[in-house]
């Protein structure tokens, strides 16, 4: 089955500066990579995400890269914010009609003011 | 947007006893949901893959007698906590994917047993 690593497991940046993650995949066959959000006791919440057929994307402060012969894939966050504080997922999910994702382990970052 | 409505939030309950928590999906069709586990600072731990009409698919490990799981129609799931002990204490969370896009997370519940 699918295994996702996600480095580092915390994370650490003045308010401002960028924060980077990082997940690698082993399954080939996965293409969809979304990234979630969680804030403290509450849902995780999709924040971006990203299929094989791109390279790249990006949501204002927030970008996803892919690179599929490698397979890993990266969240950028650009001038962070002390809301952006709270532990990301990474996920990989295979195609076909159930979407049963793979998620790493979490990185908790904290932004400091 | 999708909403998915888990229920309850929170519940503290005797050792020995059964709990269940409702997943539902608000605005859409899910034949799929899944049931996640999740310990402090931990990531989401999938134990069970709940399929509309049909019995659930467990992850290796996780008892299917201990968690019981009802798709009953197409918009809600159910876990079952039967027996609970202590070690059973942690935070729930359901998801359900919408088609082959993004999976919606309910608002988890954190369950105590004492």
């Known amino acids: 089955g699918e295994n996702v690593e996600q480095h580092p497991s915390t994370l650490s940046v003045q308010e401002g500066d960028s924060a980077v993650i990082k997940c690698t995949y082993s399954?080939?066959?996965?293409?969809?990579f979304p990234w979630y959000k969680q804030e403290l006791g509450k849902r995780p919440q999709l924040i971006i995400d990203?299929?094989?057929?791109?390279g790249e994307k990006k949501d204002q402060r927030i970008a996803v890269t892919l690179n599929k012969t490698a397979k890993h894939f990266s969240l950028h966050i650009t001038e962070t914010q002390p809301e952006d504080s709270a532990v990301y997922f990474c996920?990989?999910?295979?195609?076909?009609?159930?979407?049963?994702?793979?998620f790493g382990r979490g990185t908790s970052l904290i932004v400091h003011p | 947007g999708a909403v998915v409505s888990q229920h309850p939030s929170r519940v503290i309950c005797k050792s020995g006893t059964s709990v269940k928590i409702e997943c539902r999906s608000l605005?859409?069709?899910?034949?799929?949901m899944f049931w996640y586990r999740q310990f402090p600072k931990q990531s989401l731990m999938l134990m069970a893959t709940?399929?509309?009409?049909?019995?659930?698919?467990?992850e290796q490990g996780v008892e299917k007698d201990k968690f019981l799981i009802n798709h009953a129609s197409l918009t809600l799931s159910t876990l079952t906590v039967t027996s609970a002990h202590p070690e059973d204490s942690s935070f729930y969370i359901c998801?359900?994917?919408?088609?082959?896009?993004?999976?919606?997370f309910g608002q988890g519940t954190r369950l105590t047993v004492v």
């Open positions: 605005d859409f069709q899910a034949t799929t």
């Open positions: 990203i299929r094989s057929n791109v």
């Open positions: 399954d080939s066959a996965s293409n969809y």
């Open positions: 709940s399929n509309e009409g049909s019995k659930a698919t467990y």
């Open positions: 996920a990989a999910a295979p195609p076909g009609g159930s979407y049963i994702p793979t």
């Open positions: 998801s359900a994917p919408r088609g082959t896009a993004e999976a919606f």
